[in-house]
């Protein structure tokens, strides 16, 4: 079962609107939380990293945030733009060295923005 | 520009055949990975180098094998292609385990 869950997993909205994305992660014990923005055809940027003491974390019109007693995580875009179409991926750094190099990667939720 | 590159972009390769996938990064990161992405899926990590001179596996490492040639460089070999290797390649380094990654733009194979 994958330890990191995103949702939705698609939406649409138009130019100009805010939008949150959710992820759950069960990854424990937790090191740090990233999101993600993939392109069509190109591979991920990261976005913001938060470790399990930040709980919120600004880039730009981007705003995530993490409540790390919960396990979860969202990230808000505002007044999307229509170069924000892409998959936003949430990823999730155990601690230990077990953890080491693996991340966990949610599946991705694919944002479209319209005109 | 700084980064990481990976050759090549594109491949078809028939049930059978071996190929390498190159990657090389220009920022002196001590670590590197490779990744395969499948539709619905999250990425998985196949391989991984934390440092010059050392490969770990990762969650699916069957069919692979690697090679890290010096700091810079870090391939992937597919020995004998099968078609549920069909998938998007990527590659990436990092500073440290816990410090940001930066992705190469993958490569996309099909095996028929």
């Known amino acids: 079962k994958n330890q990191v869950e995103q949702s939705p997993q698609s939406l649409i909205i138009l130019e100009g609107k805010n939008c949150t994305l959710q992820c759950n992660y069960t990854v424990s014990p937790f090191s740090n939380l990233r999101w993600y923005k993939q392109d069509t055809g190109r591979g991920p940027v990261s976005l913001t990293i938060m470790t399990f003491s930040e709980n919120t974390k600004s880039n730009g019109r981007y705003t995530a945030t993490l409540d790390a007693d919960t396990k979860q995580s969202s990230l808000h875009i505002t007044a999307s733009q229509l170069s924000d179409s892409a998959s936003y991926i949430c990823?999730?750094?155990?601690?230990?060295?077990?953890?080491?190099?693996?991340?966990?990667f949610g599946a991705g939720t694919q944002v479209v923005v319209t005109p | 520009n700084a980064g990481v590159t990976q050759t090549p972009k594109f491949q078809v390769l028939k049930t059978g055949q071996s190929m390498t996938l190159q990657c090389a990064q220009d920022m002196n990161h001590n670590s590197m990975y490779w990744y395969r992405q499948d539709p619905g899926m999250g990425l998985r990590l196949i391989y991984y180098?934390?440092?010059?001179?050392?490969?770990d596996k990762g969650e699916v490492p069957n069919g692979y094998n690697v090679s890290r040639l010096n700091k810079r460089e870090f391939s992937l070999r597919l020995e004998s292609a099968a078609p549920s290797q069909t998938s998007v390649y990527f590659c990436?380094?990092?500073?440290?385990?816990?410090?940001?990654?930066?992705f190469g733009s993958g490569t996309r194979l099909t095996v028929v």
């Open positions: 990436a380094s990092s500073q440290t385990d816990t410090s940001g990654y930066t």
């Open positions: 990823v999730v750094s155990g601690r230990g060295t077990d953890s080491w190099g693996k991340l966990q």
């Open positions: 180098s934390a440092s010059e001179g050392t490969t």
